[in-house]
């Protein structure tokens, strides 16, 4: 046995229980003997056999309170022999680049389509195996929500609190976020395992996408592009008015229309080893089933193998030895054995009991 340990330390406190039961065992042994003087004078009860017997009952209180002590300890979830495990871990780096422009409040899709964006994502982290993901958010600029990471429950919080508002500039720059990605979170060195998901309702604003998904390409990038929105007709910016009232976005006078330009998406994805395109336009998208089909299916890296040291959980041991003591306590007997005919002191105890 070597290096002692407690999971759960603090459970050790409730070992001040031990005190209030003993007070309590001799609170009710005074209790029994000034009820049994209460009918007879002290000078009778020496010579007056009774049924129940002190030592049998103090054997019950002692094995009671070891059998309690035991459940103590066990709750505490005491440990030794450490062991070393290695944990090897592979996959994937994936950064989703998420569109926050404007347009992206067009509710073509329900609720919206950056809402329904972030469902996406959620529903295809709940399918990641080990990969380590990212966030850019984008519109006129970009910006580096969350670096690559395996804490997808930091991810999570870091894309519920992606809206609008989280670039400074409007606008829809798709090159500068494919660069964004490359400068700022890509390890250049690297030319494989990397992906990324790029999610986006709008036409470029001069950012010369074509050239930066060129230049994801030659590193081993791949581009896997969702297509929102309707590429003929395109859609109408809501707004929301400070009277409560819903217009639509205007400039000089006339409404802005946000079309899709499937074409430039389509050769951004061909640019990249195995892009893939996906018009979504107004319907469903299951970004886990693409996560399933594409990503998963991948080759993928060996990420940083890490060697954790642990002890043997052994509190089964005391739990174990709680119960053995609780089922002897159930059998040791308060009463006293009597000698001699069986019959009368059966009736002798039934007259004194």
């Known amino acids: 046995m070597s290096d002692f340990y407690f999971y759960h330390i603090e459970s050790l406190l409730l070992l001040w229980v031990l005190p209030f039961v003993v007070l309590l065992f001799i609170y009710d042994l005074g209790k029994r003997r000034k009820a049994l003087a209460s009918f007879l004078s002290p000078e009778l009860i020496p010579r007056i056999p009774v049924s129940s017997s002190p030592t049998g009952r103090i054997i019950k209180m002692l094995l009671f309170c070891v059998a309690i002590t035991g459940i103590i300890i066990g709750l505490s979830r005491p440990a030794w022999n450490v062991k070393e495990t290695t944990i090897s871990r592979s996959g994937r ?14 509710n073509d899709l329900k609720p919206n389509r950056l809402e329904r964006a972030k469902l996406a994502i959620a529903d295809c982290i709940s399918q990641l195996q080990g990969d380590r993901v990212a966030l850019v958010a984008f519109a006129g600029d970009a910006a580096v929500k969350c670096p690559l990471t395996v804490d997808y429950g930091f991810f999570l ?11 400074s500039r409007g606008g829809t720059m798709l090159g500068d976020a494919i660069r964004t990605v490359l400068n700022k979170i890509f390890d250049s060195q690297q030319k494989q395992f990397r992906d990324i998901i790029l999610i986006t309702d709008g036409e470029d604003h001069e ?3 074509l050239q930066a998904a060129e230049t994801a390409g030659d590193e081993g990038i791949r581009l896997l592009i969702v297509g929102l929105g309707n590429e003929n007709e395109g859609q109408r910016i809501p707004v929301n008015e400070h009277t409560g009232q819903t217009s639509f976005l205007k400039y000089q006078g006339e409404e802005v229309w946000s079309r ?15 892009g893939k395109y996906l018009p979504v336009a107004t319907g469903s998208i299951d970004l886990g089933e693409v996560y399933r089909d594409l990503i998963a299916t991948a080759d993928k890296k ?4 890490e060697i954790i040291k642990r002890h043997e959980d052994k509190f089964q041991i005391f739990l174990a030895l709680a119960i053995i003591l609780l089922i002897v306590e159930g059998l040791v007997s308060e009463r006293k054995k009597w000698p001699g005919n069986p019959q009368k002191n059966t009736e002798r105890k039934n007259v004194l009991s």
């Open 93 to 106: 780096d994936v950064v989703f680049i998420l569109d926050v422009s404007r347009s992206m409040l067009a």
């Open 157 to 167: 919080q870091a894309l519920d609190a992606t809206d609008t508002t989280s670039v």
């Open 207 to 209: 950012s010369f996408p």
């Open 260 to 274: 899709l330009d499937a074409s430039t998406l389509r050769q951004m994805a061909k640019a990249t080893p195995g």
């Open 302 to 305: 060996d990420f940083e193998t």
